[in-house]
């Protein structure tokens, strides 16, 4: 009798005539021990979160709560101040065939079944959130940053570090170009998974590891000089993490003091080894506020800067009124700025068994002629 090549590779077993797909049963937590681990593969009752976080809020709350500061607040170039110019451009036995197909079929099942399985060493979560203002009145920077958190089976985000138990952390601040006042970089300042939604086999030297790639899209919506409704992308960033062990998931830090971002936390007196100082994803645009609206109010301004100039002395409180009215209406003409950020995370399982998995499939795949022929040949008379 003719021997056929078996393969056997993470539980995945697979012969000529007995072809089966194993896997232990999952843990509490939604993982598989095993093949996976019980911090691993945890994909039930998942919530992904984005929220934006203000300046105030970070100042508030985050800063005592992380131990992390952030850059000052940027601001919006094109503003005209009082008495002074400015810059305007902003921004499925019978017969043996049916055997045959029948084999056929069941190869195709169990060909997926294995790509299936490899698939779950990749996923991915998303989410997204939107806000008109970007700037806030005066054109200062209103959000410091944003967060991005994913809960799942006993794995559950709370505010208080001591107690959180989110699956995932991103926390990132928006940092204004000291060059360029319209462009920003995002920096990520906090890092923590402790539970991934890959399944994650154990690598050399039994290492529980992960790639955690986050690509950020951010995409602006203004009214143009004409009137028209304008939208467009203003990034497309990505950040990426590799080489992350989930057995001791790491806290991971950057802090902006004294002028420089640091590792770790505002109180470490000695910075660590490990962080995320040398991490940024990359630059965007600012989202832009409507221009007819800005330009308008500069010109009333203008106007009332020269008329104020022009005055004799003492100038008369009317126009000094108009001068500070025209003010406040470029203040408020600066405020908005609309968007939306959508953060998509990848995370990879860094040892070989996705490729194993795969290969196992491709295997199978090859063998379908010559399993679907062994079958034809076990019917009685053919």
């Not at 991915?124 to 054109?139: C, I, M, N, P």
């Not at 505010?159 to 699956?167: E, G, I, L, N, Y």
């Not at 986050?214 to 080489?243: H, P, R, W």
């Amino acid at each position: 009798m003719n021997k056929v090549t078996r393969r056997v590779c993470a539980g995945i077993s697979c012969s000529a005539l007995a072809i089966t797909a194993s896997c232990s049963a999952p843990t509490a937590g939604g993982g598989h021990e095993g093949v996976g681990v019980a911090n691993s593969y945890v994909v039930a009752s998942e919530v992904v979160r984005v929220r934006l976080i203000t300046s105030a809020e970070w100042a508030a709350s985050y800063q005592t709560r992380y131990g992390i500061s952030l850059p000052p607040a940027g601001q919006m170039p094109g503003i005209r101040a009082v008495g002074a110019g400015g810059n305007r451009s902003l921004f499925a036995g019978i017969a043996a065939d049916a055997v045959g197909a029948l084999v056929g079929a069941a190869v195709d099942m169990v060909k997926t079944a294995i790509e299936k399985e490899a698939e779950k060493h990749e996923m991915a979560f998303t989410g997204s959130v939107y806000s008109t203002d970007f700037w806030a009145s005066g054109g200062v920077q209103n959000y410091a940053g944003f967060e991005v958190t994913r809960d799942a089976q006993g794995f559950v985000a709370t505010s208080d570090p001591a107690t959180d138990r989110a699956a995932y952390r991103l926390i990132c601040a928006f940092q204004a170009s000291p060059h360029d006042a319209r462009l920003f970089t995002i920096h990520p300042v906090y890092f923590a998974t402790r539970a991934a939604k890959a399944k994650v086999s154990r690598g050399a030297a039994g290492a529980l590891s992960i790639t955690s790639k986050s690509n950020i899209l951010i995409e602006g919506a203004y009214i143009g000089d004409k009137g028209q409704f304008v939208q467009q992308n203003l990034s497309n960033a990505t950040f990426e993490m590799a080489g992350y062990d989930i057995r001791e998931p790491q806290e991971l830090r950057a802090t902006f003091k004294s002028g420089k971002w640091w590792n770790g936390k505002d109180s470490d007196t000695k910075e660590p080894e490990d962080g995320l100082k040398d991490e940024v994803f990359g630059y965007f645009l600012a989202p832009p506020v409507s221009a007819d609206r800005l330009a308008k109010a500069n010109d009333r301004l203008d106007d009332a800067n020269e008329k104020v100039e022009k005055a004799a002395k003492p100038v008369p409180s009317e126009l000094l009124t108009k001068q500070a009215d025209a003010q406040a209406d470029v203040a408020s003409a600066a405020a908005g700025g609309a968007f939306r950020l959508t953060v998509a995370v990848t995370e990879t399982d860094e040892s070989k068994v996705k490729k194993l998995l795969v290969d196992v499939a491709e295997f199978v795949g090859s063998q379908k002629d010559s399993i679907t022929k062994a079958a034809k040949g076990k019917v009685p008379g053919q």
